[in-house]
Every structure is written in structure tokens, then in C-alpha cells.
């Protein structure tokens, strides 16, 4: 079997929506992402076979193809676009590591943007000449008659459902701006974050939505936002943001021909469906037949990055699989440090590659298996699977 390798990863910074990154569209995040890829690891850009990316809610096209040229890649170098909804950025590296597995690409950069601030409106086409148009909410994720309940009443639900208190999800919250705050005064994300340029004098280098005054009293006074007392609020779900994050990954073949030492190595990974009423639980699903179809325990998991999109729902499925919150989002997670939809799924795979291969210490007890979820809109949970490689691994997992 040929296995995909991941020898690099990056991201920009996070940006809240209308803020830092406003200005930028989708192929402006994503451009100085593929070139700091590019210099990372010395690859031509003729060498890469495909470019896959990950958006949401932006422009339509193919803005993966936008994105290749805006970075000034040949011509000859394609790109294709993948809509998970917030999965999309995952699944772009999950495609492109098929791809590899399949011997039809050698060298691929998959990822995701996205950009809210530059998202164009969507106008509902009317039924006749006489009624005039009303603006898309958003996209449709399952039929009414089965249930498509935005994202924060379908967190609510889960709430109900699971039994997740609003203390909990309080504490979880103000848990994962812990964690970020502590991440940027340490440094810990320096390494993956390429600073975005906004002009010759002004460049974006940090996370803007990390929060260092934020308390349990805070958090405490806020109001239920999506439904009348609620436990669901602003303060203990993710806010709206712009970013972009990708890999470049390799063939075991050519990781060895270009004298890498260690990577990312690409696993398995699996995609199921929920009740779209309870969508933030699909990460359950995901990872329970995932763990299943390789034979291991989820203990057997180092470090897991799971997409924070509600406090409610990671705390469900945590519970749900007896998962230890000591080997979750150690960076912190989206909660504080934003959720661009379509880049997400690739900023948890940009944060596993930091801790596990930019943060390995030699002859350390270091994290050989890692895990990044995120439950979907529409009820879809996806789960994939990494390990360490080494320019000495056999292939064998783990």
C-alpha cells in the first residue's frame, strides 16, 4: 500500500468576521498558505498533482483554482473545490490522501478557506414577477419535513438530549481561551501561523478571538442566544470567522526520494450520517466506526482536535466516548480561537502536525497517534486518523 504523508502544514491566522482579515477573499487567504507550503519543503510547483480545497459559503466557482493562481503556481497546476460545509477542509485532506493511496498523485496540497466577511448575499429567486425577493438565510442541510434546525437550536437540542448543563459548558469555554491565550503567550502556534499581509506596512500575524479576561462570572451573565432559556450562548459557542489552512502531503515513496526525516502519516478516515436534529453528535458515529475498522481503542489516541463549534455538543460526544478533555484541543479550540468554516477541518490536522511533529522532543514520550473530527450540518460526522512516520517507518500501523 502506498501511504500518504503529510511533510508540511500551515495556516493564517484566524480572524473575526468584519475585523482583521475583512478585505481579503478567499483566494487571498489561501495564496501565502500554498507558498509558505512551498518553501517549507522545497517541493516545484510543478511537481504537485492536484490542489483541493475546502469552502463553505463563499463564492461558488472553483475557488481552489482561484486560490492556485492568486499564489502564482504555473497554469499547468490544477484545483478543485469540496463542500463538507465545515467538514470541507477535512475532506479535502481526506480526498487528496485517497488520491495518493490510489497511486494517481504523488504530491497534493488539500486544505480549506473561508472567508464570512467576503461571503457574497444569496437572494431567494421569487415565485413570481409580483413578490419581491428575500435574502437566503443559508444553505439548506436536510428536508423540513425530517428537520433542518439552524445550528444553534440543533446545539440546544443536544443540550436537552445529553443532559449538558450550562455550568459545563461555561467552564468548557472558558477552558479552551485558557488553553489559546496560553498558546500565543508561549508561542505555541507561531511555527504553523503565515502572517497575511493587509498592505506593505500592515501584516495579520496572530489569532484575533482569544479572550485573556474572560471568567465564569462573564460567562455566567450572558443570555441564551438561540433559544428562550436556553443554555446555548455567544460566550460558550464559536464565533463567526476568516482563515484558510492546508498540508502538503506526499507518497511514503517520495517522502524517502526527498530525505524527509519525520511526517504526518495519513491513516484511515470514515464519513456517517445522524439525525440532522442532533447534527453535533456525528463526530461520535465518525469516530466509533473509524476506531472500529482499524481494530484500536480510542485510548490508544494520543491527541484529539475536535472542532468547537458549541461547547453543548463537544461535551456530548466526549461523554458519549469516554473521552478524556486532557487529550482535546491542548492549543485550545475554536471557541476561542474562531471557526472558519471551511477551513477548520484543516486547521485541526495544521494543529496536529504542530504538536506532534514540530513539538516532538528527541527521546521524549512524544504523541505517535492523533485523531481531528467535527460533527456537520445536515447530521454528517467525519473522523480521520494520523500517525508519526519516520524516514525509518515500515508502513505497518500504527
Given amino acids: 500500500m502506498i501511504h500518504p504523508v503529510i511533510i508540511a502544514a500551515r495556516r493564517t491566522p484566524i480572524g473575526r468576521v468584519g475585523r482583521s482579515l475583512k478585505t481579503l477573499p478567499v483566494e487571498a487567504l489561501m495564496a501565502p498558505v500554498i507558498q509558505a507550503l512551498l518553501e517549507d519543503t522545497g517541493i516545484s510547483p510543478l511537481d504537485i498533482d492536484e490542489v483541493i480545497l475546502g469552502n463553505a459559503v463563499g463564492p461558488g466557482g472553483n475557488p481552489a483554482r482561484l486560490a492556485v493562481l492568486a499564489a502564482g503556481l504555473p497554469i499547468q497546476v ?83 438530549k445529553f443532559g449538558i448543563g450550562r455550568d459545563r459548558q461555561d467552564q468548557y469555554a472558558l477552558q479552551s481561551h485558557q488553553r489559546a491565550i496560553a498558546s500565543l503567550q508561549s508561542g505555541r502556534f507561531q511555527a504553523e501561523i503565515v502572517p497575511v499581509s493587509l498592505s506593505s506596512m500592515t501584516q495579520v500575524d496572530t489569532d484575533e478571538c482569544p479572550r485573556n479576561n474572560i471568567t465564569l462570572e462573564r460567562l ?57 436534529n442532533l447534527l453535533g453528535i456525528g463526530s461520535v458515529a465518525a469516530v466509533q466506526k473509524l476506531l472500529q475498522r482499524q481494530a484500536i481503542a480510542l485510548v490508544a489516541i494520543d491527541l484529539v482536535e475536535f472542532n468547537e463549534a458549541f461547547a453543548a455538543q463537544v461535551l456530548a460526544c466526549l461523554d458519549a466516548l469516554n473521552l478524556d478533555q486532557a487529550r482535546v484541543n491542548v492549543g485550545g479550540g475554536a471557541i476561542a480561537l474562531g471557526h472558519p468554516y471551511g477551513a477548520s477541518g484543516a486547521i485541526l490536522v495544521t494543529r496536529l502536525f504542530t504538536e506532534m511533529i514540530r513539538r516532538a522532543e528527541p527521546n521524549g514520550k512524544n504523541p505517535r497517534l492523533g485523531l481531528a473530527t467535527l460533527g456537520i450540518g445536515g447530521g454528517l460526522g467525519v473522523a480521520s486518523l494520523f500517525a508519526v512516520h519516520s524516514s525509518a517507518s515500515t508502513g505497518a500501523f500504527p
Avoid at 122 to 144: D, G, M, N, T, V
Fill in 78 to 160: 490544477s484545483g478543485v473545490t469540496v463542500d463538507r460545509q465545515c467538514g470541507s477542509g477535512l475532506e479535502a485532506i481526506n480526498w487528496g490522501a485517497r488520491l495518493i493511496q490510489s497511486g494517481a498523485a504523488e504530491v497534493v496540497i488539500a486544505g480549506g478557506m473561508e472567508s464570512v466577511s467576503t461571503a457574497p448575499w444569496r437572494i431567494e429567486k421569487p415565485q413570481s414577477l409580483y413578490e419581491l425577493p428575500q435574502f437566503a438565510h443559508r444553505a439548506r442541510f436536510a428536508p423540513e419535513a425530517l428537520g433542518d434546525p439552524d445550528m444553534g437550536v440543533a446545539a440546544e437540542q443536544v443540550a436537552q
Fill in 220 to 276: 455566567a451573565k450572558l443570555p441564551s442566544a438561540f433559544m428562550e432559556n436556553g443554555t446555548v450562548t455567544i460566550g460558550n459557542a464559536c464565533p463567526v470567522n476568516d482563515g484558510a489552512a492546508a498540508v502538503l502531503m506526499v507518497s511514503d515513496r517520495k517522502f524517502n526520494t526527498l530525505g524527509c526525516i519525520q511526517g504526518l502519516r495519513f491513516v484511515d478516515a470514515t464519513a456517517v450520517g445522524v439525525d440532522p
